[in-house]
């Protein structure tokens, strides 16, 4: 009986391609903590015949993109720190009319209702805060964003200003 060597040709996609190269990088890697130096990413591209322009263009990609998701964190722990507060507030704010309703005598009554709309406002307030997806969410971003950007900019230039009166 013989038996014939048949090879299969094997294709991938270019996104393929990416996928098992991340795969097979990242268990290359003997820990999640392994770093690689600017020659040795210059070295992996040489040998995926990838030029110095197109890697330099990538790498300006991936640092805007990397800038914008630490800006994101810290726009969402900036909403996530707002809302903490504003529970706190309902919180003293209810701990107090649910006080001043026991010592009024005859009970809870009154104060139980405007606890109920502060859990209706608090849920509304988690659900905004928490809902990182969709249109009003990149608003929001965007907004913080500019707001951040222009304070940057006078903090900057208000710093310059300062120094330079100081010479």
Same mark, same amino acid.
């Given at each position: ?34 770093? =690689?130096?600017?020659?040795?990413? +210059?070295?992996?591209? !040489?040998? @995926?015949?990838? %030029?110095?322009?197109? &890697? ?39 701990? =107090?009319?649910?006080?001043?309703? +026991?010592?009024?005598? !005859?009970? @809870?009554?009154? %104060?139980?209702?405007? &606890? ?45 200003? +300062? ?5």
């Amino acid at each position: 009986m013989t038996t014939f060597d048949t090879k299969v040709t094997r294709t991938y996609s270019q996104d393929d391609i990416q996928q098992i190269l991340h795969l097979a990088i990242a268990r290359q890697a003997d820990d999640n903590n392994k770093e =690689f130096s600017y020659e040795q990413l +210059l070295e992996i591209a !040489g040998e @995926l015949e990838i %030029s110095i322009d197109t &890697l330099k263009q990538a790498e300006q990609d991936w640092l805007e993109q990397h800038g914008e998701m630490l800006q994101r964190r810290a726009f969402n722990a900036h909403r996530q720190g707002r809302f903490k507060k504003r529970v706190g507030k309902y919180a003293i704010v209810n701990v =107090f009319l649910l006080s001043l309703n +026991l010592l009024g005598g !005859g009970g @809870l009554s009154w %104060s139980l209702y405007i &606890l109920l709309c502060s859990v209706f406002a608090v849920g509304l307030d988690a659900w905004n805060t928490f809902q990182i997806k969709g249109e009003e969410y990149e608003l929001a971003f965007q907004r913080w964003r500019r707001k951040h950007q222009v304070t940057k900019f006078f903090n900057t230039a208000v710093s310059k200003w +300062l120094k330079a009166w100081r010479i």
